[in-house]
């Protein structure tokens, strides 16, 4: 390089010199002089060999076709900027060597030669021929030029370049100074677009030149007839699209201007940021706009949907909606709705309101809860995984009619000894085997009182079978039998019973039965009858038989692999084992280990036991199994299904259990003494529950024996709890349970208590003399209470520090705990839960000064009217009574 510099005439000492701009010029010209050229040869290349159309497309794979020979290499890579566009044209005396190179003097140093305008390569041929235009004084005829593909011809449009203006073209500028030249707008001026002719440029603008006129000359289409101005600076600046990805491929090193180019935009960036930015004001400026207004305000069109799944509060709704609940509960008032904040409102009132206030709604099914989930739980399936299973057979009929006695004939085991009284209290279940096939029998209850449960029993069940005493005939309980498993949907079998007898007549019962819809098959009807003898134990075979022809007919299949449900026949608390459950598989296995839910009992099976009383590991679809592990007695007659972790089975009982005792307390109903007599009228009181508590024992004893003998032949006085010792929350809990009133003698609720009775409606009844209580309490079974009084704790003080001054008493340094207390209240001395004292203040006094009233938190002295036993830490109750408007 440095030799090259050295022949060329630059002054350079080492790789360290500096070059002029011109220098390097004409090093560049030296060089690609020397590339393109045969070095045998001196003087321009060929136009083939530069890659013209006639030859092919040479340097660094470029389409030369398209942007022109012998330029590629010198395309400009500046980026479209005003500054740029602004700066003055001189006009090229001579046409540049290349483009991009205009702005520079000619090199006093030996250059290349020139290639004439003439020799170079034809422009594409959707151009015209280049022609000189830059030298003609008339500038406006020049349109920009594109070299994309473009329509060919004088259609071809530049881009927009103003205003449109009528009439031909403009003239020069008046009064502008010698006439400028017109020069291309940029080299890539917007996609093309369909021949409109040109159109002339802002009024009043000069001519405005961008780019170099070299390119214009080799590559610029003509203009149509019509002329064109070039566009207006600003516009033509934003209409310039980016190089066309070939040319980005061939970027050249950064010119000597473009380094100079971008380096003053670097200088500019620090300035203004050092002006701006960099500026604690500007800082401050600068910074967010929420910083600097506060939260910005979505437009309603920004805001995310308000998703609503079911009805919710108010203020639940204003929390979605991000707004305040007083703008809900003032819209609700819009729309004649007066809701508090914690009001419920329906899911349609939400959407009004929500819209109103400029949101959008989206409703979305609720989310369910694990024991919704259990519920909606298929009951179909596969038909490829379903196996046929054992029918389940229950044996109903009237009482004593030998329904015991038959499955103990069938299943040849004695059942009815172990009976008390002989008769079935609760639904056994047991499994046969006849002809290697299984049978389950369920045998339910032929005691009225059982009606209910049988009703279940004949629910989950595949074939009835009815049995009918020979003897006896059809009697009420056969009927509601035969209507039970009509209802079910279930075929019955008739078992004609105690055939063996001599009264028994088979033919009375075919008889009766018709009369309910029970048509034998020997008289023509579909109803089978078997005579049988669980005595004799004869025809056993036959019904059996028939019980599984009948099961076949009806294809009776389960399948065994999915999770188990069923149904609760049989609970007991079983002292040495806890909760008993016998319950019958319908689908699926239990296996040892699953967890189930029952109503609200839940269990991890710890072990199962069949009917034989072997222990076994599972059981599957038709199974009767008595189950270990239930964390409570559930109810004979309720489903059961396997859930996939304990944590569900325990979740969905819990919630069973709040909601049974919600309907408990529903049901219920807290009882107060007001109330006592109406109910006993209503005839929904017969007993009166009571707890009773007092501060001893023999006060207690004495209460309790009193109010027994207050019992009438309407209602009973029934105790459900006597202790000793205030009362507690665990006696709210027990009289909310049961129902009861709470009897204190002498004795108070502590504040956990009378915060529970107040949640729970618990009426606490406290008296200081034993007589108060028993009027009350005969009054209320008479209908004679006048409760026209209320009491109302008014708040409580902690008795803290004991002063004993000598004429004035005992001063009590009090802390009000809760409430306030006032000077005029009754206050009670309570000592160790017991009421010591009633009476009223004497002085009530906030340092020196007498005060009406002290407030939670703060101190006080006082002291009582004739009484001085106070102690610290004794508490005081302070109370007023408040008359109550009697409800009619
Ligand atoms: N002669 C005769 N007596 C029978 C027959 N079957 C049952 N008994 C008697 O009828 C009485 C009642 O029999 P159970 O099997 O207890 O009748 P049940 O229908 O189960 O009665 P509940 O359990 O009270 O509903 C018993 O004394 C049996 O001995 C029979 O086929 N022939």
Redesign the pocket.
């Known amino acids: 390089m440095l030799k090259v510099l050295t022949d060329l005439g630059v002054a350079v000492k080492s790789h360290m010199s500096t070059l002029d701009p011109e220098d390097i010029v004409r090093l560049r010209e030296h060089l690609n002089a020397g590339k393109k050229g045969d070095k045998s040869r001196v003087g321009p290349a060929a136009p083939e060999e530069r890659g013209g159309p006639a030859g092919q497309p040479r340097s660094r794979g470029v389409k030369l076709s398209q942007y022109g020979p012998g330029l590629v290499d010198k395309v400009p890579q500046r980026p479209p900027d005003k500054r740029l566009i602004e700066r003055p044209f001189r006009v090229p005396t001579i046409l540049p060597p290349a483009f991009g190179e205009e702005v520079k003097a000619p090199a006093p140093a030996p250059k290349p030669p020139e290639i004439p305008v003439e020799a170079r390569p034809a422009p594409p041929p959707a151009a015209p021929a280049p022609q000189p235009e830059q030298h003609r004084p008339t500038p406006p005829t020049r349109p920009v030029p594109d070299r994309r593909p473009q329509p060919a011809g004088p259609h071809a449009r530049p881009p927009y370049a103003g205003r449109p203006q009528s009439g031909g073209p403009r003239p020069p500028q008046a009064g502008g100074g010698p006439p400028r030249p017109q020069a291309p707008a940029g080299r890539y001026p917007g996609p093309p677009r369909p021949a409109q002719g040109a159109r002339p440029a802002v009024p009043g603008r000069p001519p405005q030149h961008r780019g170099r006129p070299g390119v214009a000359a080799a590559g610029a289409p003509h203009p149509g007839p019509g002329g064109a101005r070039p566009p207006a600076r600003g516009i033509l600046s934003k209409a310039i699209p980016k190089p066309p990805a070939e040319l980005e491929a061939v970027k050249p090193d950064k010119s000597v201007g473009q380094q100079r180019f971008a380096d003053k935009k670097e200088k500019d960036r620090r300035t203004h940021w050092d002006k701006n930015v960099g500026n604690k004001e500007n800082r401050l400026r600068l910074r967010p706009k929420e910083k600097q207004h506060g939260p910005r305000v979505v437009p309603p069109s920004e805001r995310k949907p308000v998703v609503l799944t079911g009805s919710l509060t108010v203020k639940d709704l204003a929390e979605r909606m991000g707004v305040k609940s007083a703008e809900i509960i003032k819209q609700l008032m819009f729309l004649g709705i007066m809701a508090t904040i914690n009001q419920e409102i329906d899911v349609e009132t939400a959407v009004v309101v929500a819209e109103e206030m400029g949101f959008r709604v989206e409703i979305k099914e609720r989310e369910l809860d694990p024991e919704e989930l259990l519920e909606l739980e298929p009951e179909e399936d596969e038909p490829e995984k379903l196996q046929s299973r054992p029918p389940v057979v229950t044996v109903l009929?009237?009482?004593?009619?030998?329904?015991?006695?038959?499955?103990?004939?069938i299943r040849d085991a004695k059942v009815?000894a172990t009976?008390a009284g002989?008769?079935?209290q609760h639904i056994g279940a047991y499994q046969v085997k006849y002809q290697q096939k299984r049978i389950t029998f369920l045998?339910t209850?032929?005691?009225e009182a059982f009606t209910a449960m049988r009703a279940r029993g004949a629910r989950i069940t595949d074939v009835a079978i009815l049995?009918v005493?020979a003897d006896d005939g059809v009697k009420p309980q056969t009927v509601e039998a035969i209507n039970h498993a009509k209802a079910a949907g279930v075929p019955i079998i008739v078992a004609i019973?105690?055939?063996?007898?001599p009264d028994a007549n088979p033919d009375r019962v075919k008889q009766q039965l018709t009369e309910h819809g029970l048509v034998a098959e020997e008289w023509g009807g579909d109803t089978i009858c078997v005579p049988?003898?669980?005595?004799?134990k004869t025809g056993l075979d036959e019904l059996l038989e028939m019980i599984l022809l009948v099961a076949e007919m009806n294809e009776l299949k389960a399948n065994p692999f999915r999770s188990a449900r069923g149904t609760v026949i049989e609970s007991q608390l079983d002292k040495g084992r806890g909760p008993v459950v016998t319950v019958l598989v319908e689908n699926g296995t239990v296996e040892v280990g699953d967890f189930l839910v029952a109503g609200s009992a839940f269990c991890r099976v710890r072990a199962m036991i069949d009917h034989k009383g072997r222990r076994v590991k599972k059981a599957g679809p038709s199974a009767p199994v008595e189950v270990l592990g239930f964390s409570e007695v559930p109810q004979a007659g309720e489903r059961f299904y396997e859930v996939p972790e304990e944590k569900v089975a325990r979740q969905i009982a819990l919630k069973r259990q709040e909601r049974k005792r919600q309907q408990e307390l529903k049901a219920s109903g807290r009882i107060s003494l007001e109330d006592v007599f109406s109910r006993i009228q209503e005839g929904t009181v017969k007993e009166l529950p009571l707890i009773v508590k007092a501060d001893v024992q023999g006060s207690a004893e004495a209460m309790v024996q009193s109010l027994q003998r207050l019992s009438t032949e309407e209602v009973k006085v029934q105790l459900i709890h006597q202790g000793v010792g205030a009362i507690t929350e665990s006696d709210v809990n027990l009289a909310a349970l049961a129902g009861a009133i709470i009897i204190g003698f002498n004795v108070r609720p502590d504040v956990n208590a009378r915060k529970a009775a107040e949640r729970e409606l618990v009426d606490i009844r406290l008296y200081q003399v034993i007589y108060e209580a028993l009027d009350d309490v005969k009054a209320a079974l008479s209908g004679l209470l006048e409760p026209t009084y209320r009491e109302v704790i008014l708040g409580r003080a902690q008795v803290r520090q004991i002063f004993k001054v000598s004429r004035v008493g005992t001063i009590a340094g009090c802390y009000v705990l809760e409430g306030k207390i006032t000077r005029d209240a009754g206050v009670r001395v309570i000592h160790d839960g017991k009421v010591v004292h009633d009476g009223r203040l004497s002085s009530l006094k906030r340092f020196k000064d007498d005060v009406r009233e002290v407030v939670q938190g703060y101190e006080c002295g006082l002291t009582l009217e004739r009484f001085n036993d106070i102690h610290e830490g004794d508490q005081l109750e302070f109370y007023t009574t408040e008359e109550i408007q009697r409800e009619l």
């Open positions: 009929g009237h009482v004593d009619h030998g329904k015991t006695s038959l499955l103990d004939a009815t009976e002989g008769i079935t045998d209850p032929g005691h049995v005493a019973n105690k055939i063996d007898k049988v003898s669980a005595l004799q």
